[in-house]
């Protein structure tokens, strides 16, 4: 098992990392109609269940779609979707502190989270590949953004199992805790300190690059634990089984689409965009 998941996960960087710093939006555009596909697939059976063909057409029209669209989104466009997703997962963060396990979510309540599992989908990928194409060194500073989510997942794991005593949401994921957020937070933080240092903050002070980057790699959290609800209530522990030794492609992504608009709107808050 260790061994698949190693192997998938080498797969999986050389061709995300590869296509973010070498390759055309246009293919970074296709990249992530590809994760859109994948995940809007898990996302309805996840929720609403349609059968197999069913499911499979709605995720090539919905992923599809986004890359005709995404052509045309500009600053302005972009501007109104990633503070819709900032407004979004701030309603699900109040979600989360509610939440409580029902195993039986009724139709109506799983059409609900399948649009809006479509709809933070949506944006998310739409403002990763206007990071990329907007910026001079959109490329990298994309591949930055997903790294916000990487490092703070691997501080949270290991200062979670070295020192988490707290559980953060026992009702939905008992395996994180607080004590494992602040790590994933301190490892982000020194992270950022470097990046800054190489990159000079890409043009932004070094208070504006620290505040983004830790409201970014906190809110990414909520997209973990969401979809751990999503799990929880379907009955299984992985989104999918599209990627060995990892799940699902929304297990992989699920906490990128939280931070994706959350951090665009950061960049237009304090005027990088």
């Known amino acids: 098992m260790l061994k698949q ?34 995940a809007t697939l898990e996302l ?104 916000l989510v990487w490092v703070a997942d691997v501080g949270a794991y290991f200062s979670g199992r070295r020192f988490g005593k707290h559980k953060l949401a026992p009702g939905i994921s008992p395996g994180k805790t607080w004590e494992g957020v602040f790590g994933g937070l301190v490892c982000n933080l020194v992270w950022m300190l470097i990046v800054y240092q190489l990159s000079h903050g890409w043009g932004l002070e070094l208070w504006q690059f620290i505040f983004i980057g830790l409201v970014t790699s906190a809110m990414s959290v909520a997209g973990d634990l969401y979809q751990s609800i999503l799990k929880r209530e379907a009955g299984v522990k992985d989104s999918g089984k599209l990627l060995p030794g990892h799940g699902g492609v929304l297990d992989r992504i699920d906490s990128v689409i939280a931070a994706a608009p959350v951090y665009v709107s950061g960049l237009y808050l304090v005027g990088a965009v």
């Open 44 to 147: 309805l059976a996840l929720t609403t269940k349609p059968v197999r063909p069913l499911s499979i057409g709605i995720a090539i029209l919905f992923a599809f779609g986004f890359w005709i669209v995404s052509h045309e989104a500009g600053i302005r466009i972009n501007f109104y979707q990633s503070f819709a997703g900032l407004m979004i997962w701030v309603a699900i963060s109040g979600f989360l502190l509610l939440y409580q396990f029902s195993g039986h979510w009724s139709l109506v309540k799983r059409w609900f989270h399948l649009i809006l599992g479509c709809l933070a989908l949506w944006i998310c990928v739409h403002a990763l590949v206007f990071v990329h194409r907007h910026f001079d060194q959109g490329g990298w500073i994309l591949l930055y953004l997903l790294t």
């Open 5 to 38: 998941r190693i192997i998938t996960a080498l797969i999986l960087a050389i061709v995300i990392v590869s296509t973010i710093l070498f390759a055309d939006s246009s293919w970074v555009a296709v990249l992530f109609a590809l994760v859109l596909f994948g």
